[in-house]
């Protein structure tokens, strides 16, 4: 079967779509036959090796890739009760989805209702159960907190937003470019600043009269993690849960004190889905929410295995607005269960 897979870190040249057998079941894994796999950051960042110290998400080479997938269950291993051969499910938190066949725990995969597309299913996997974590518990937004999200337009920042306002949030989103301005602001965002033209912290500061926001959700890093602190009020909450614009590093702690004594956090999706139940409680509310329309999911693009070259340059580049795919067997094929 074929698999995207790194054999040593580095640049998205390094990727290559490889001829590998097929993968065997565990006792509690399920046989997947993929129809998408997700592109999500963190392909980027395991690529090129900014996890390889991690003991959360050890990356041994040859690595393959893919932590999200979608598509229909071949077998299960003896094991499993919840999960049968021929259910469509969508997953994430697992190794190895972008390929033909993954093996996957099987308490990660939650079943597709059969109204629910698996582009749709997918887009609710990674980028949901992250917004999900982030609104209801790395910071519990409440009917008037105020929230800034960066990169609001993006695949989780939209998903954010709107769980942001359901939770009865004020929302300040940031934003690359005037087309993002308009989708964030359609997602539900109260104040859209375009922060590659204006300051975003004089912009929170000038908005708040002076006292800044209760919490920012920072998945930028690098290029914004100390205007996101100086942009709290006193004693708020940073949530820095990701790097897009490069790693923070050599970060001096007193900038906390003299940002307002406020607190910082940098959270990994595995420690807020511990358990099966507190996964698919996630899960299952996201998909309860795509259905009821309380929210809904952008599919950008959709690319195949061997364009991973340019589907990682078109995450990495700013030029997404949702679901990054890779599309491995496709909506239509059929079950042969
Ligand atoms: N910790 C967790 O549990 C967890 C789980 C899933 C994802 N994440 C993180 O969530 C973040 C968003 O993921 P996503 O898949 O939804 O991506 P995305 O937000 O759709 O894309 C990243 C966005 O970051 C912004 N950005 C600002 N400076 C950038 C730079 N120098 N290079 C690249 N992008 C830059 C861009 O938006 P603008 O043009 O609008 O600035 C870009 O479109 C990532 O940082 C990812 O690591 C964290």
């Known amino acids: ?18 001829d590998v057998p097929k993968p065997e079941v565990g006792e509690y894994e399920i046989l997947i036959k993929t129809a998408y796999a997700g592109l999500n950051f963190t392909d980027i960042y395991r690529s090129r090796g900014d996890y ?3 003991p959360t998400y050890p990356t041994p080479l040859p690595y393959r890739l893919g932590v999200e997938g979608c598509g229909w269950v071949e077998a299960v291993g003896k094991g499993v009760t919840r999960i049968k051969a021929g259910d ?9 989805s972008q390929a033909e066949y993954a093996a996957i725990p099987a308490i990660r995969a939650t079943k597709l209702p059969d109204q629910v597309s698996f582009k749709r299913g997918i887009a609710i ?33 939209q998903l954010l937003v709107q769980l942001a306002k359901k939770q009865g949030a004020e929302v300040f989103g940031t934003v690359g470019s005037r087309e993002k301005v308009e989708i964030a602001k359609a997602r539900g965002a109260n104040h859209v600043i375009e922060y590659s033209k204006v300051d975003f912290r004089d912009e929170i500061m000038r908005i708040t009269d002076g006292a800044g926001v209760d919490v920012v959700y920072d998945s930028v890093g690098k290029d914004t993690l100390i205007k996101s602190l100086n942009s709290l009020r ?6 820095l849960y990701g790097h897009a614009s490069g790693l923070v590093k050599n ?3 007193l900038e906390l004190a003299e940002a307002g004594s406020v607190f910082l956090t940098r959270p ?5 889905v511990p358990t099966e139940e507190a996964y698919q409680a996630r899960a299952l509310d996201l998909l309860a929410w795509l259905q009821d329309g309380t929210i809904d999911v952008t599919i950008d693009r959709v690319f ?32 042969k269960f």
Do not use: W
Request: glycine share 12%; aromatic share 10%; with cysteine.
């Open 304 to 335: 195949q295995l061997e364009e991973a070259a340019d589907a990682i340059d078109f995450l990495a580049s700013r030029q997404s607005k949702g679901k990054v795919l890779y599309e491995v067997f496709g909506e239509g094929q059929k079950s």
């Open 1 to 18: 079967m074929r698999a995207l897979e790194v054999e040593e870190f580095g640049g998205p040249e390094k990727l290559k779509v490889r």
């Open 251 to 253: 970060f001096d702690v």
């Open 88 to 96: 469509r499910v969508a997953f994430t938190r697992v190794h190895g």
């Open 125 to 157: 996997m990674s980028h949901g159960i992250t917004a999900h974590y982030l609104a209801h518990d790395a910071y519990p937004l409440e009917l008037g907190s105020k929230c800034l999200i960066h990169a609001a337009a993006g695949g989780v920042g």
């Open 234 to 239: 006193l004693r708020g909450f940073c949530i």
């Open 52 to 54: 390889k110290n991690s």
């Open 268 to 272: 990994h999706l595995q420690h807020y």
